[in-house]
């Protein structure tokens, strides 16, 4: 059936940003396709020359802007105030409203350790949530920084909400493989390579991370399942000595082994540039996801004080901080605010550092053929960037959720 309520349109006079290299005279077409039913799904239905559009099809001039796919967090925790660790509906749109200001189009609500009973109520919101979606970032699902983790790398995780693998409280988490993505462990703890296991069977994603593991534990875990670390650097263990011998640890087994993603936060905080450059050169522009590890802190000015749960944070330094400067309490820059800093300071080709924040994410989530980079026949999500990287226009699903005043 022909659209005859949606016209198409193209995107002109812009610098577009494909996986391996960036166009300046392709037109990007998204059109709204109808099925027997009289639905369908808005498609980028073409990336073309600009000389070769019709004449008679409606163009947008973008001023000569960044056109990228849109962007994909998988570990965010909030923004303005909010988390996702609140099973507030308000909190919810508060976070997804402002990452669709930044260009993000997709998310993984990431919740932090916490009660049981919180983390349940939490995951009831997001699966009801993503039953009935609403304006705003598309809600991928959860990435559960969990309960199973070491004490000694808890960081700004809650230390009297951990768990044991083997206390039967994995069973209530893995009822939510429907909306559950992510779920991070520390493999060296006793249950978490069967748990890594078993998070696999139900079709989610075991990670690493806030771990004091060695290599063999990894190892272990990687033969069970385990596919991804969190942010590189951060709340995990590294070379240790055991008598004469050197024994590696998370990080460096996360940077050598080619079956990992690994995550890192590059808001120039966390992680200074020499760190960043060996991560980007280690794992490359395909193992590499950038993501933000933003708090409520987000958008917050500095000094301001912000929750995770029962603990308390301040933004200082452009930074989340713990109140006794013990350790960072994750980033308070999104995820648009992170691409200048590895182009600039880390000096990543532009189109790597998209890759990055779209495809690589959408690969890892099982959705690339649908998300993550400009390509005929994919989702319309994506954003129109200003050269500072703050968003001009941002589409989801073929509608414009955001556009600059």
């Given at each position: 059936m022909k659209n005859t309520v949606n016209p198409p349109f193209a995107l002109v006079n812009g610098q577009v940003v494909l996986p391996d290299r960036i166009a300046g005279n392709l037109a990007i077409v998204i059109d709204y396709p109808q099925d027997g039913a009289g639905t369908g799904v808005p498609i980028i239905a073409d990336v073309l020359e600009a000389?070769?559009?019709?004449?008679?099809?409606e163009r947008i001039d973008v001023g000569g802007r960044w056109i990228c796919p849109g962007l994909i967090d998988i570990h965010t925790h909030g923004a303005l105030g909010h988390t996702f660790?609140?099973?507030d509906e308000r909190a919810f749109e508060t976070i997804l409203q402002e990452n669709g200001r930044r260009g993000v189009t997709g998310l993984l609500a990431t919740i932090g350790a916490a009660p049981m009973d919180e983390l349940i109520q939490v995951l009831e919101l997001i699966r009801s949530w993503m039953a009935s979606p609403r304006p705003g970032t598309q809600l991928y699902g959860a990435y559960l920084e969990s309960p199973y983790i070491s004490p000694l790398q808890a960081?700004?995780?809650?230390?009297?909400?951990?768990?044991?693998?083997l206390?039967?409280?994995?069973d209530q988490i893995l009822a939510y493989a429907d909306v559950l993505r992510i779920l991070m462990l520390a493999?060296?703890?006793?249950?978490?390579?069967e748990l890594a296991a078993r998070v696999t069977e139900r079709g989610m994603i075991a990670a690493a991370g806030h771990s004091m593991a060695k290599e063999e534990h990894v190892l272990e875990a990687m033969r069970c399942g385990l596919r991804h670390v969190t942010h590189l650097f951060s709340a995990m263990s590294t070379t240790v000595r055991e008598g004469p011998w050197r024994k590696p640890g998370l990080l460096e087994t996360a940077l050598v082994y080619p079956e990992l993603t690994v995550e890192m936060i590059a808001d120039n905080r966390h992680l200074p540039p020499t760190l960043m450059k060996l991560a980007y050169r280690c794992a490359g522009p395909d193992r590499l996801i950038v993501v933000s590890d933003a708090l409520s802190g987000a958008g917050l000015p500095e000094g301001a004080r912000f929750h995770m749960g029962a603990m308390e944070y301040e933004v200082a330094d452009g930074v989340g901080m713990m109140l006794d400067r013990s350790a960072f309490a994750g980033s308070t820059t999104l995820l648009n605010q992170m691409i200048p800093v590895l182009t600039e300071v880390v000096g990543i080709p532009l189109h790597e550092a998209i890759r990055m924040t779209s495809l690589n994410p959408a690969r890892l989530l099982g959705m690339v053929d649908r998300k993550g980079s400009l390509e005929a026949g994919k989702d319309a999500d994506l954003a129109i960037f200003n050269p500072d990287f703050s968003a001009w226009r941002t589409m989801i699903a073929g509608q414009w959720v955001y556009q600059e005043d």
């Open positions: 000389e070769r559009l019709p004449a008679s099809i660790n609140e099973p960081g700004a995780l809650d230390p009297g909400s951990l768990r044991s693998p206390d039967g409280s994995a493999p060296e703890l006793p249950g978490a390579p």
